[in-house]
Nanobody, 114 residues
């Protein structure tokens, strides 16, 4: 089993920045990819950014350039640096890991509002 714990969410004004963190524990040796998803009220969960097993980052078109995903080589922690935040970025952000199966954190709320 893999446990994922997110942190760093909060309230920020449009144009502001936040940095999300996700710490993995448990069977981290089994992880071959990690990423961030988000779910806005009334919408489906969607991929925001991920890091492939070879280290290649992947981004949703809506966050390209504004967001940066990074992680440590031990696959213990993954980060999401979010800049120039917009109201439409408001959502619960979930950490995701792929190993023997798919794992999810409980999520952290990001609210972008003036």
């Amino acid at each position: 089993q893999v446990q994922l714990v997110e942190s760093g969410g909060g309230l920020v004004q449009p144009g502001g920045s936040l940095r999300l963190s996700c710490v993995a524990s448990g069977s981290i040796f089994s992880i071959n990819g990690m990423g961030w998803y988000r779910q806005a009220p009334g919408k489906q969960r969607e991929l925001v950014a991920s890091i492939r097993h070879d280290g290649t980052p992947v981004y949703a078109d809506s966050v390209q350039v504004r967001f940066t995903v990074s992680g440590d080589n031990a696959k213990i922690t993954i980060y999401l640096q979010m800049n120039n935040l917009k109201p439409e970025d408001t959502a619960v952000y979930y950490c995701n890991a792929l190993g023997f199966k798919e794992y999810w954190g409980k999520g952290t709320l990001v609210t972008v509002s003036s």
